[in-house]
């Protein structure tokens, strides 16, 4: 017989989240969202998933400068997940 027992689900977090494929680097932004890096060598690009905002082009080096700048700066909120 069982009592029910309840567990509470945990927030999910960004950063045990597993990545999306591709996404090589992720930075947490201030507000909670994630800017993530995707490819390697010249063939990079960077999405903040919160604002939208994407940078390619720029090299691997670079590219996660940017993608840690705006990380610090970027306030969008993520959009909710949809379900169903
Ligand atoms: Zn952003």
Same mark, same amino acid.
């Given at each position: 017989?069982?009592?029910?027992?309840?567990?509470? #689900?945990?927030? #999910? !977090?960004?950063?045990?989240?597993?990545?999306?494929? =591709?996404?090589?680097?992720?930075? /947490?932004?201030?507000?909670?969202?994630?800017?993530?890096?995707? =490819? !390697?060598?010249?063939?990079?690009?960077?999405?903040? /998933?919160?604002?939208? /905002?994407?940078?390619?082009?720029?090299?691997?080096?670079?590219?996660?400068?940017?993608?840690?700048?705006?990380?610090?700066?970027?306030?969008? /909120?993520?959009? #909710?997940?949809?379900?169903?």
């Amino acid at each position: 017989m069982t009592h029910g027992i309840r567990t509470t #689900p945990m927030q #999910p !977090s960004p950063g045990t989240e597993p990545w999306p494929d =591709g996404v090589t680097a992720r930075y /947490l932004t201030v507000a909670g969202a994630t800017v993530d890096v995707r =490819g !390697s060598g010249d063939n990079v690009s960077m999405t903040c /998933l919160g604002c939208d /905002l994407g940078y390619s082009a720029f090299g691997e080096a670079r590219t996660r400068e940017l993608a840690q700048g705006h990380a610090e700066k970027c306030r969008a /909120l993520p959009r #909710p997940a949809v379900t169903g």
